[in-house]
């Protein structure tokens, strides 16, 4: 099974629903990112989230999810777009901590419960829309779902899971995912008792992806088989756009006197993608065209 995202209503339309297979993606973050145990929970969890955000939206709209918590971890970054493409990286990839009281991996602990959840959305306009709110959990989920009802006004239920292999010594991922909830103005009580009903009973997503469960099965278990109408679904990747004219660009923006220390000094450069960990080569050659452009 390959990673998508499927997109749903329920319930007459009283509900708005996804969920998401994100195994492979978090993987390719573990991979690129060598990241720990716990990184690799958070992270994945953001990533997650973030490809779920962005499913809401439509076209060639993008946003950028930022967690900066007061655990070891530090900030972690997420882009997403509409079309199913995320990239993200965390500041301190080498984070691991001891089990929580549940024995699970302590989120909670390296992202902190303590900072800021932003979301900043590019839908095209003249300048990008930032929403912002405190951390209520450091548990990622709730914190999506914290943003969603105070930020975007729109009561929801997110739920994200990542399952680390505990025997393997590389920390790999065993199976990854997520879902979301959203109810529209106008759904019954007697819905969202079900509804409640069912998130309290479902098990972690990654564990029931790990057995083979889908998407689509896992909507099922959260609003009945009776009650789903699937609209959609679409391919899901870790995907990252940088490129050596990207950084050049930025390169560019340093200025004639850092530029000239660059090549009389180091006599070249390398840039590093925060996102991929791709790194891009510049030669002083390569250094003083840039610097004839800045001086243009």
Known sequence: MTDYLVKALAFNGEIRAMAVRTTDTVTEAQERHDTWRAATAALGRTLTGSLLLGAMHKNEEKLTVKIQGDGPLGAIVVDADSKGNVKGYVKNPEVNLAPNALGKIDVRGAVGSNGTFSVVKDL????????????????????????????????????LSVLVDKD????????????????????????????????????????????????????????????????????????????????????????????????????????????????????????????DEAIK
């Open 124 to 159: 095209g306009l003249k300048e990008p829309i930032t929403g912002q709110v405190p951390i209520v959990s450091g548990e990622i989920a709730e914190d999506f779902t914290y943003y969603l009802a105070n930020s975007e006004q729109v009561p929801s239920a997110v739920g």
């Open 168 to 291: 393997s010594e590389d920390d790999c991922v065993k199976a990854a995912g997520g879902f979301m909830i959203q109810v529209m103005p106008g759904a019954s009580e007697e819905t969202l008792v079900e509804i409640e009903k069912r998130l309290a009973e479902i098990p972690q997503v990654s564990n029931l992806l790990d057995a083979g469960e889908t998407p689509e099965k896992i909507l099922e278990r959260l609003l009945g088989e009776e009650n789903v109408e699937i609209l959609e679904t679409m391919p899901v990747q870790y995907y990252c756009d940088c490129s050596k004219e990207r950084f050049a660009s930025a390169i560019i923006t340093l200025g004639e006197a850092e530029l000239t220390q660059m090549i009389e000094e180091d006599e070249g450069a390398e840039a590093v993608c925060h996102f991929c960990g791709e790194k891009y080569q510049y030669s002083a050659a390569e250094l003083k065209e840039l610097r």
